[in-house]
């Protein structure tokens, strides 16, 4: 255990995917009766700060910056701005959609940390 989880830029985003839900659309991909490229993502931007807020709440901590510091040496150098996909046309062929929120996913991942960390 340590005081403080050293980060880099916490203002970084990305669009963040359950794998389950990808995992979905990979299937309903390789079942379609024509090949054809599709975009899989959630279409929504959340920054590295957005996480640790939920990850935070999810185990009763409002006042998470106390527990994270920054450290130039973790940022990219070229960091990309608003990365996120659009998935309209795989929803629109394959009916497919996200169903996993960012708030859900980050829940499950701080759950399965913590009852890893069990014994």
């Given amino acids: ?7 880099g830029n916490l203002d970084s985003g990305r669009d963040w995917g359950y794998a389950e839900d990808f995992i979905e659309a990979i299937w309903l991909m390789l079942n379609n ?20 807020d939920v990850a935070f709440k999810h185990v009763g901590i409002e006042d998470w910056e106390k527990h994270i510091g920054t ?3 973790f940022k990219r150098p070229t960091d990309v701005k608003r990365m996120y996909g659009d998935s309209s046309l795989a929803q629109k062929e394959l009916g497919w959609q996200p169903k996993t929120s960012f708030e859900d996913m980050i829940k499950i991942m701080v759950d399965a940390d913590i009852k890893r960390l069990q014994p």
């Fill in 1 to 7: 255990m340590q005081d403080k989880i050293i980060l």
């Fill in 33 to 52: 009766d024509k090949p054809k490229d599709y975009v899989i993502a959630s279409g929504h931007y959340h920054t590295i700060r957005e996480l640790l």
């Fill in 71 to 73: 450290n130039p040496m």
